[in-house]
């Protein structure tokens, strides 16, 4: 049953998205997906964050084609890169 709703702000909504994106990317660690998953049972806010970065991501990974990128390309990023660290 979730105790906040819609209207009501979560106090944890940063540290929730922070985990979001940690979960989505495959990185975070059991306890903070436990306690990710508790918390988005309990707060709507966080619940719909989660349902619609999910479907974003899906639809990313679904629908963009992935092209190769040409080797000339990535030799002047990465030399832009080194100029700039």
């Not at 994106?21 to 975070?28: F, H, R, S, V």
């Not at 963009?64 to 990128?69: A, H, I, L, R």
Request: charged content about 35%; proline content about 4%; aromatic content about 4%.
């Amino acid at each position: 049953m979730m105790e906040n709703n819609d209207k009501t702000p979560c106090n944890e909504h940063v540290k929730c998205m922070e985990l979001l994106e940690l979960i989505l990317d495959g990185e975070a660690k059991d306890g903070e997906k436990d306690y990710y998953f508790a918390h988005i049972e309990q707060c709507m806010p966080c619940y719909r964050a989660h349902n619609l970065e999910s479907a974003i991501r899906t639809v990313l990974r679904n629908n963009v084609d992935k092209k190769e990128v040409p080797a000339d390309l990535v030799h002047c990023i990465k030399s832009k890169i080194r100029e700039t660290v």
